[in-house]
């Protein structure tokens, strides 16, 4: 089986530049690409058969048809994949005489990684290809990059969604301005937390205390603590100490909650923690 790693990162920290250097589409400023034992400038057409791109944005014909387009990509390489099995892959056998004009958003995505595949390749470049996409959409392009990994493909994947990293990846790296502050699996990078759980709460009114990221650092299981315009979020180990401890001192305070839930923690704490911002605020 083979493996997805993701690239994370605000915009402007360099995940597309990252990849388009990987691909052969930039020149690096400095160090080396090496792929699979081999580099731009001396494997480029060994590379150009391994290598399976999805950019950000694909144009494709408008009059060609969605066996046209991918019988065009499939003459691009020495060998390949049959291009109705690919189709079949990607569920567009309905569309298959359809022209690109009449694809939805999400069919004209499926073709864009369907394009990629059709060369059979050993790494599967996807740079935020679920972005814009509906919840049915995204979750058949899960099923695609899944089944390609399965069959011991591996996928270098950029993404907004960390809902998307979490479920698809087992490794991510998170970068910002140009370099990486963390790297391991979603898992491990969780664990960096202290807390599996998450505590949110915001109030209606303070009774004129000040509560402060030190007062609530000091309740029961509670690991660290994080102010959010006008919430809270508190990691913990253990929710059924920190949520008494934290309702009995709002309750000696005078503050009265306006809401509170609990949930497991996940990359986008890590990715705050790290960078200070959530990224869809990017």
């Known amino acids: 089986m083979g493996e997805c790693f993701g690239l994370l990162g605000p915009n402007g920290a360099g995940k597309t530049t990252t990849i388009e250097i990987l691909e052969g589409l930039l020149e ?18 060994e590379l150009r058969e391994w290598l399976g791109i999805s950019l950000q944005e694909t144009k494709l014909p408008e009059k060609l048809t969605v ?25 567009l056998t309905e569309k298959e005489k359809a022209w690109v004009s009449k694809l939805s958003g999400g069919q004209r995505q499926r073709l864009a990684v369907a394009c990629a595949l059709v060369g059979d ?8 290809p679920t972005t814009g996409l509906d919840p049915q959409s995204r979750r058949q392009l899960w099923d695609i ?13 950029t993404t907004h969604y960390m809902d998307e990293a979490e479920r698809l990846c087992d490794r991510v790296a998170i970068i910002d301005h140009g370099k990486v502050i963390a790297l391991g699996s979603p898992v491990e990078m969780i664990a960096t937390l202290g807390g599996e759980h998450v505590v949110e709460f915001a109030l209606e009114n303070t009774n004129g205390q000040i509560l402060t990221p030190e007062h609530l650092a000091n309740l029961a299981s509670v690991k660290s603590v994080r102010k959010e315009a006008d919430s809270y979020s508190l990691h913990v180990q253990e929710p059924h100490l920190a949520i008494p401890g934290l309702i009995g001192y709002l309750q000696e305070t005078g ?7 609990t949930r497991h923690a996940s ?4 990715f705050v923690k790290l960078t200070g911002r959530h990224l869809r605020e990017e």
Request: charged share 30%.
């Open 28 to 45: 690096p400023t400095r160090g080396e690409v090496e792929i699979l034992g081999r580099h731009w400038g001396k494997n480029d057409r």
């Open 67 to 91: 066996r046209e387009v991918l019988s065009l990509f499939r003459s691009f390489y020495q060998k390949g994949r049959e291009p109705g099995e690919v189709i079949a892959q990607v569920e």
């Open 255 to 261: 503050a009265t909650l306006a809401r509170l839930t």
């Open 121 to 128: 390749p050993k790494i599967l470049f996807l740079d935020e």
């Open 145 to 157: 990059i899944r089944q390609f990994k399965q069959n011991s493909g591996t996928v270098l994947l």
């Open 267 to 270: 990359l986008e704490d890590v």
